[in-house]
Structure formats: C-alpha cells, structure tokens
C-alpha cells in the first residue's frame, strides 16, 4: 500500500510561512514541538522539497548533531533529515549530496511511483512545490502547524488558484507554547 502525501507547513496565524526576508525567526520551534516534528519526520519514507527548503536544511542540518549551542532536540533531527531519502526537485541544481536526489519535473506518475517505492508517507516542504502538488491531485493530507502570531507580510502558505479544494479536519493539537496543529484530508 502506498503511503500518503503530506504538506507540512509552519504558518503564522495570518497564513504567511515565512517573512517578508524569507525568515523564521517567528516561529515558536521549542523543544515538545521540535521532538514532535522529529517523530513525525523519522516514520517519513522520503522528503520532498524544493530547490529552496533544500538549500535551507542542507545548510543547517548535514552537522547539526555536533553543534553545541543547539537544543537536544534539534541535535537528534541531524541523521533524520540526513538518511532519509530525499527528493529535491529543482531545474537549475546541480549537485545534491546526503541521500538526495534530483528530480528536474513534477510529473504525477513518476511522483507516486516515488511514493510506492518508499517506505511510509512522504512530506513535502516548500510552499512553490506543495501548491504544484496540491494542484496536480497529488497531496493527500495537510497539516498545518498555526504559530500564534501575526507577521503582517511575508510568502503565503496558499498560492492563489482558481481551484476549490474540498477539506475535512481529521484531527488537532495544541502545543504548550500556543502553536496549533490542524491535520486535515483531501476530499472534505
């Protein structure tokens, strides 16, 4: 049985992922939602990302675990991201290193045919990406994880579409630090 497509999103609760200097700094990572994400990610078959998530993860987490300053919790995310197949999907990278692959197209069949041959679901990161995914019929799930904040600007989560995509909320959790997670299925 094939797993299942998951967008994983942090977002502000005015729907931005990232700010308006594609930064992060607002998002309230600490440690339970951090081994929460780590849990999550281990039971993963594969990550797919784009040219962007890439380079950001590649930049931080290939040594992570030998970073001193970082929390326990970031250190054990270190050989997940860096053993996990990864799917990096990109037209102008050329090289791609820790169990990375490059895929130059989103094409559906090839996609689940990446999917079939994983070991789990599969989550995908990166706004430009997930909105092709979620536009070509390819996501299943979205879990959105709503920080409770209001960051004014930035990159929405949600490109716009002309595309109604039915949801049905399939689950919730509330962290000890006020950020939300809203799990829903495709298909309402």
Known sequence: MMGKIIWMMS????????GPERDLDWSLVDDELHRHFNEKAARMG???EGRVTWELMAAVWPAADDEPEFTEAMREFA????TMPKYVFSRTLER????TTIVREVEPTKIRA???KSNGDVVVGGAD???TFLREGLVDEIHVYVHPVLIGRGKPMFQPTDIKTD????GTHTFGNGVV????ELGG
């Open 167 to 170: 949801l049905r909320l399939a």
């Open 114 to 116: 990446l999917c079939e």
């Open 181 to 184: 997670l809203l799990r829903y």
């Open 96 to 99: 791609a290193d820790w169990n």
């Open 129 to 131: 990406l997930a909105s």
């Open 46 to 48: 594969a990550f797919f």
């Open 79 to 82: 050989p997940i991201w860096r």
């Open 11 to 18: 977002v502000s609760l005015d729907g931005f992922m990232e």
